[in-house]
């Protein structure tokens, strides 16, 4: 579920699996940040306050490791009144090799990020 209690495990078992994968430490500590910053979002924004599922999927590629935090909320809200755009994609762009955004499957949001191992 989409609660910040969440954050720790899926936070740690991402860093896990790119690990176990042999990624080098610059790519694991990447990985963790944008991953985890990823999954707070969804905690925050998808679900406006309400318990939801978060969806992770991370798969090894041949040389690089793809992370895919989804969600099954109400997407991406524009026009809102915040006093300033917070830096979430921002921080994922940084620290990623490559981020997409699109509409999960029930119409939540999916962020789609690589990370390279070279």
């Not at 895919?68 to 006093?83: C, I, Q, T, W």
């Amino acid at each position: 579920m989409a609660v910040p209690e969440s954050l720790y495990r899926v936070r740690n078992d991402i860093t896990d699996f790119a690990r176990e994968a042999g990624a080098p430490d610059r790519a694991v500590e990447a990985i963790r940040q944008a991953s985890s910053e990823a999954a707070a979002n969804v905690v925050e924004h998808a679900y406006d306050g309400e318990q939801g599922p978060i969806d992770i999927r991370v798969q090894l590629e041949e040389t690089a490791i793809q992370v895919v935090v989804s969600d099954r909320g109400r997407g991406l809200a524009f026009g809102n009144n915040r006093p300033s755009p917070g830096l979430g994609f921002i921080w994922m762009l940084w620290f990623s090799d490559s981020m997409t955004l699109g509409s999960s499957e029930p119409g939540g949001l999916e962020v789609k990020m690589v990370f390279s191992l070279n």
